[in-house]
């Protein structure tokens, strides 16, 4: 029986690069996106080493013409696709609102709200030819406007407009493609990593990466049985 396949976006380090380590050993077929075509090939030598099914796959995911063509490759070697997990994001400015440039804050979303889009709306149809896949969101709890609205939260204060508004219209994109694609069987949800240890915070996060993408891989081996349209840290859920 093949193997089911995943494909993760910007899975060359961090929670990304945990959560192909983490589903190649649950038995999943790898397809590990980059952009960079050197680090993507570096990556998927450490997993080939460990004994997963690993291949790269060069994607910009603010690119028309490079998604096409990583959805073309796919199909082309495995005619379907059982999970996708929309990863790659970038921080941006880390300035008050008032101060940050609308052409930063435009960056953010060409990677973090119309990539995960893009990706999305191109691999469909192989997502559709597997039968039961799951798409999976990784938003982040700054995205959350009932936590960031409390405060009582611990990420009251983390007031970074182009970031946070970035993974809120996640969210909703998250919630529009659950319900369309509910009566295709396929799942959508978004997943908060939480607080943890990468390059975008210079590694202060108190999380591990191990513990990130724990949340996530269980949004991406969800059955038939499991939710579509929600937003979830650690199996919780997690208020929009």
Same mark, same amino acid.
């Given at each position: ?47 080939? @080493? ?79 030819? @597997? ?50 694609? @509910? ?52 199996? @919780?859920?997690?208020?929009?």
């Amino acid at each position: 029986m093949q193997k089911k396949t995943v494909l993760i976006t910007g899975a060359n380090k961090s929670i990304g690069f945990e959560t192909a380590r983490q589903l190649g050993r649950l038995g999943y077929a790898i397809w590990l996106g980059s952009r960079d075509d050197a680090r993507g090939a570096n990556a998927v030598r450490t997993l080939s @080493a460990e004994g997963i099914d690993v291949r790269p796959l060069k994607i910009d995911v603010t690119d028309d013409e490079s998604v096409r063509g990583a959805a073309a490759q796919v199909e082309r070697e495995d005619g379907k696709l059982d999970v996708l997990i929309n990863n790659a994001g970038i921080p941006g400015q880390m300035v008050t609102p008032s101060q940050q440039a609308v052409d930063d804050i435009r960056n953010i979303y060409e990677t973090n709200v119309f990539g995960p889009i893009r990706v999305s709306q191109a691999f469909l149809p192989l997502l559709q030819n @597997a039968g039961g896949a799951n798409i999976v969101m990784v938003s982040s709890g700054l995205g959350s406007l009932g936590w960031l609205s409390d405060p009582d939260n611990q990420f009251y204060g983390v007031n970074f407009l182009g970031y946070n508004s970035s993974k809120s219209a996640l969210n909703a994109v998250t919630v529009a493609l659950a319900k369309e694609l @509910a009566g295709l069987g396929i799942k959508v949800n978004s997943a908060d990593p939480g607080y943890t240890a990468t390059d975008f915070n210079g590694h202060s996060g108190y999380r591990t990466v191990e513990q990130a993408a724990s949340g996530i891989v269980w949004l991406a081996t969800l059955d038939e049985d499991g939710p579509s349209g929600g937003f979830y840290f650690d199996g @919780a859920v997690v208020p929009w």
